[in-house]
T-cell receptor
Framework: EAGVAQSPRYKIIEKRQSVAFWCNPI?????LYWYQQILGQGPKLLIQ????????DSQLPKDRFSAERLKGVDSTLKIQPAKLEDSAVYLC?????????????????FGDGTRLSIL | EDQVTQSPEALRLQEGESSSLNCSYT??????LFWYRQDPGKGPEFLFT???AGEEKEKERLKATLTKKESFLHITAPKPEDSATYLC???????????FGTGTRLKVLA
């Protein structure tokens, strides 16, 4: 089974520039997540999709970050304009479809992330 | 507020020296608790899911246990290749969100 694919692996930009990251989840996984992981910290959820609908974007800085998952498969995360504090690893993860009531939690499967450095 | 705390932040062990990592959690109801291993430059790799108090899971030198307030990841006779950051995450009932701890950085010396 192919894992979660992310690109690029590394990106260096200057502050106020824009950047985009791409994610292709595991085939058949309806739920997709974008996380921000700052060095020495655990992943912090930015946005969560089920198919092409947003489930949770409460921690997404919407004045500069945007994300889409148009066909319910691939997703892109964009930052415009970037700030110094956006330097982090951006992780994409996927899991099988969420159940609305009850149901056991499903583990997420992660890609290797994009390491973003802002100069 | 749902919260996950991991301890210690960092741990150095000699090869063969067994120890335990702790993950304390506060949630209104637990849908699942997850352990991940993260190597430098890589994404977290799924290890275990635990659903209810008393449950245990094992894989090679790792054993995860769960109570109503915390989970332990026991490492028996660790080897240098077990060196990594170990992350704990919980998913609360009634929410789809996963909450991660800050991880324990484990270094096993040969």
């Amino acid at each position: 089974e192919a894992g979660v694919a992310q690109s690029p692996r590394y990106k260096i930009i200057e502050k106020r520039q824009s950047v985009a990251f791409w994610c292709n989840p595991i085939s058949g996984h309806a739920t997709l997540y974008w996380y921000q992981q700052i060095l020495g910290q655990g992943p912090k959820l930015l946005i969560q999709f089920q198919n092409n609908g947003v489930v949770d974007d409460s921690q997404l800085p919407k004045d500069r970050f945007s994300a889409e998952r148009l066909k319910g498969v691939d997703s892109t995360l964009k930052i415009q304009p970037a700030k110094l504090e956006d330097s982090a690893v951006y992780l994409c993860a996927s899991s099988p479809a969420l159940r609305r009531t009850g149901g056991a939690g499903q583990p997420q499967h992660f890609g290797d992330g994009t390491r973003l450095s802002i100069l | 507020e749902d919260q996950v705390t991991q301890s210690p932040e960092a741990l150095r062990l000699q090869e063969g020296e067994s120890s335990s990592l702790n993950c304390s959690y506060t949630v209104s109801g637990l849908r699942g608790l997850f352990w991940y291993r993260q190597d430098p430059g890589k994404g977290p790799e799924f290890l275990f899911t635990l659903y209810s108090a008393g449950e245990e899971k094992e894989k090679e030198r790792l054993k995860a246990t769960l109570t109503k307030k915390e989970s332990f990841l026991h490492i028996t006779a660790p080897k240098p290749e077990d060196s990594a950051t170990y992350l704990c995450a919980v998913q609360a009932s009634g929410t789809y969100k996963y909450i991660f701890g800050t991880g324990t950085r484990l270094k096993v010396l040969a």
